[in-house]
């Protein structure tokens, strides 16, 4: 009787056993060793920027054009489903200041992860620190935060967490600003422009800005001696040359070239006052520009021998070939 019973439910027992061998390690290497796996895969990877682009700004919005390749050590490959990203000038990332949607890639070593969206401004005052340390830094750290679901071959999907630190070149506070080229307009246009010229701008990042209408006051210690309008400026990655034109006051300049700068070299510094793209003012580009002094040390004397005024302020003879 025994014996027959033992024989009955043998099958019963069989799949007893095969069910808790099941749940004991079955189901730890499926919700608990892989996930943890996939986890560790994503923390240890890497995303550089290779390019990035704000274009079109507005007061509470830029357009962003990015690309980034997804780096890592490991041979696996798995798919990372799109997800929504937010970005942080902190790890904690209490203060968000932008909010991106990444797209599906996968995950593997040298992919490329190409981001091109309207984004939204959530956050003004951190937003505004941000485009100050991309501005002012040589090197600077922004966190890309969120959460998206992995799958890998026949596993169940998985849910991993982003918690990156993204490394980016600064514009290094605008070093290297110049003036090329300069000359004085003799008789002033209608508008009051009385001189132009070149600015240079370099850009060492990656990163490349649309700024729109850019205005900047001119002064020499303290003393204000006119403004300068740069249109139109894009500032690319590498050496930027940028149009300008100006209204000086040719009265103060001439009392600085007669008084304490006889050489005709003057050291101006010029301040950002206004940023306007389609006729909007961009406050978060007006203030990070603001913040940046930047110092030329411009030699007038040639602009004033061109223009035929060096002469009637007995500074010399224009160079030869010139009509006075």
């Not at 033992?6 to 290497?29: D, E, H, R």
């Not at 593997?108 to 485009?131: D, H, K, L, R």
């Not at 894009?234 to 000086?248: E, K």
């Amino acid at each position: 009787m025994v014996k027959h019973h033992c024989k009955s439910w043998g099958w019963a027992y069989a799949m007893a056993i095969l069910v808790v061998v099941t749940i004991v390690i079955v189901f730890p290497i499926l919700y608990v060793a892989f996930p943890n796996k996939a986890q560790d895969a994503i923390n240890r990877a890497e995303l550089i920027v290779t390019s990035q682009s704000i274009l079109s700004p507005s007061m509470n919005s830029f357009y962003l054009e990015q690309a980034t390749v997804f780096a890592t050590n490991s041979s696996d490959s798995a798919s990372l489903d799109q997800w929504e990203g937010i970005l942080c000038l902190a790890p904690e990332c209490l203060y968000p200041f932008a909010r991106i949607p990444v797209p599906s890639a996968q995950a593997e070593n040298g992919t490329q992860i190409q981001i091109s969206n309207v984004t939204e401004i959530i956050n003004m005052a951190p937003f505004n620190n941000y485009t100050r340390l991309a501005l002012e830094s040589d090197r600077y750290s922004i966190y890309l935060q969120g959460s998206g679901k992995l799958h890998k071959g026949a596993w169940p999907a998985t849910t991993v967490a982003y918690n990156k630190n993204i490394t980016m070149r600064g514009l290094n506070a605008l070093k290297g600003f110049n003036v090329t080229a300069f000359h004085i307009i003799n008789p002033a246009l209608a508008d009051g422009t009385n001189a132009n010229g070149t600015i240079h701008i370099p850009n060492p990042s990656v990163s490349q800005f649309e700024l729109g209408d850019l205005t900047l006051n001119m002064s020499v210690n303290g003393m204000s001696i006119g403004t300068a309008t740069l249109p139109n400026v894009f500032i690319a990655a590498g050496n930027n040359s940028i149009p300008m034109t100006a209204v000086t006051n040719q009265t103060a300049v001439a009392g600085l070239v007669l008084g304490p700068y006889k050489s005709g070299v003057l050291p101006i510094d010029m301040v950002a006052t206004s940023v306007t793209y389609d006729g909007q003012r961009i406050p978060w580009y007006e203030q990070a520009l603001g913040a940046v002094p930047l110092r030329v040390d411009l030699d007038v004397i040639p602009a004033l021998q061109e223009s035929g005024l060096a002469g009637m302020l007995g500074l010399g003879t224009p160079p030869s070939g010139v009509s006075t």
